[in-house]
């Protein structure tokens, strides 16, 4: 399956003067598939060495004796029998369990710049060492390669990658309309409507897509993602040292979808335990964001100034990594999820954790703001130096909330992502976005498409 950080991947091979790259990203999201399968087949075919660490026991045993950068590439030329040059790709996997592979990199970046390499694994047990490092403790053989490496993260697929492997002609139909601006028939309309529909009960996780794309079975496809869901519970107990830490740390993933689905979605510890203060969850939290598990959002207040920054005594929301397990865990009946029924009764907040996790696989930190009395808006975004505000509405919705947030801040425009068409108010300096193009619109906020460029009207619908 196509997945976007592949053109990602290759960029650092381009690039004379690469670090070691270390791919991170939650279990089970492709790290292997996309730097294995994707990337080195393609552009290192039969020129790649592959260490799993898990099941190359030779390999883990000798690593963990030297971080020399050319006594591991004489073993592995030995132990792969294949002469090792700047035309050979070393792949590093399942890195956690050797983690002086990840001190060695500083060597590799230092005395053999010229050979391309990739580590990859569950990256928790590695962050966890970093941070103890970083605070005088842990093991002192432990050193992390600051400046030493690049590092990429990867995500559970986007709804980009999910509609480009599932429909690739409706995914060019949508990417030439949003990038001409063309309003789309009612009849395309619809159809894509019912791909995100789709895609908001499947997920991004590469096995449940494989699953539904191939098989089309949605209850086969519920079946993975509860696997998927019960092995990210047991992770916790590996990684983690406190019994306290991992009985949080699985209440608090259980309970993301109950913390979202009421009034006040900010996170709230008394709901999950008695009397609990949001400090005594903090260490709970902290694991589950180095595990890309979560994803936290951060409340501003009235006016907003730029950079956005983060309040460290703020109130804050958790959003579930991949949509697919926030379906799972809320418990919606997948056989009626895609019917105008389950469409219509589905709450707002899956459209919310949707929007949620395609701005964070493009690198937008999330925030979002809260006014007086019940005003608030679903996150708010900067680009070229400028605040957008944001709405996420699963029907039409009013637009009270905004006209309070103008009451104190300035902006380019605002954005509406609804069913709706797309379209730009200028009265009211709002740009109405469907669902289905968040993907291209936070590219778009990215890249060198302006923000009037963004706003500018329609050409005829086709």
């Known amino acids: 399956m196509f997945r976007n950080a592949l053109n990602d991947l290759v960029v650092w091979k381009e690039n004379l003067n690469k670090k070691p790259l ?30 799993d660490f898990k099941a190359h026991d030779e390999v883990r045993s000798f690593c963990q004796t030297t971080a020399n950068a050319k006594k591991i590439i004489d073993f592995l030329e030995l132990w792969s029998n294949q002469s090792i040059s700047d035309q050979t790709l070393l792949i590093f996997d399942e890195v956690q369990e050797c983690p002086n592979i990840i001190s060695a990199l500083k060597y590799f970046c230092q005395d053999a710049r010229e050979i391309p390499v990739i580590a990859t694994g569950s990256m928790v047990r590695i962050k966890i060492q970093r941070e103890l490092h970083k605070r005088g403790g842990g093991s002192e053989k432990f050193l992390f390669p600051v400046g030493k490496i690049q590092q990429l993260t990867i995500y559970p697929m986007t709804f980009d990658e999910f509609l480009i492997n599932s429909n690739e002609r409706l995914y060019s139909k949508l990417k030439v309309a ?146 697919g397990m926030f379906s799972y865990q809320s418990g919606v009946n997948p056989s009626s999820f895609v019917s105008n029924e389950g469409e219509n009764t589905l709450s707002g907040i899956f459209y919310e954790n949707f929007v949620a996790n395609e701005l964070v696989a493009n690198d937008v930190k999330l925030f ?43 902006f380019a425009y605002a954005i509406k992502v609804s069913k709706n068409h797309y379209g730009y108010n200028a009265e009211q300096k709002l740009l109405t976005v469907p669902f289905y193009y968040i993907s291209f619109l936070v590219k778009a906020l990215a890249g060198p498409m302006m923000n009037d460029e963004l706003a500018a009207p329609h050409p005829p619908r086709h």
Not at 22 to 51: D, H, M, N, P, S
Not at 289 to 305: D, G, N, V
Request: charged fraction near 25%; charge should be positive; proline fraction near 2%.
């Open 22 to 51: 270390i791919v991170w990203g939650a279990r089970q999201v492709g790290k292997t598939y996309l730097v294995k399968t994707l990337f080195a087949e393609t552009y290192y075919k039969k020129r790649y060495v592959y260490v």
């Open 178 to 323: 949003f990038e001409t601006r063309t309003e789309l028939s009612p009849e395309i309309h619809q159809l894509a409507l019912e791909a995100v529909q789709k895609y908001l009960l499947v997920g991004g996780m590469p096995e449940a897509v494989e699953a539904y794309l191939t098989r089309g079975n949605l209850l086969e496809t519920r079946a993975i993602l509860r696997e998927l869901y019960d092995n990210y519970l047991a992770d916790m107990e590996l990684y983690q040292a406190s019994r306290e830490s991992i009985l949080r740390s699985r209440t608090l993933f259980q309970n993301i979808y109950k913390e979202l689905n009421k009034e006040n979605k900010n996170f709230s510890p008394g709901l999950l335990e008695a009397k609990a203060k949001t400090r005594d969850y903090a260490m709970a939290i902290q694991w589950l964001e180095m595990a890309h598990i979560i994803h936290r959002s951060f409340q501003l207040k009235e006016h907003i100034t730029l950079p956005l920054l983060e309040d460290c005594d703020s109130n804050f929301r958790i959003f579930l990594a991949d949509i």
């Open 368 to 410: 979002y703001w809260r006014g007086k009395a019940t005003a608030e808006l679903e996150f708010i975004l900067t680009s070229n130096n400028q605040i957008i505000p944001m709405d996420v509405k699963k029907g039409r919705g009013s637009l009270n909330s905004l006209e309070k947030f103008a009451n104190h801040n300035k």
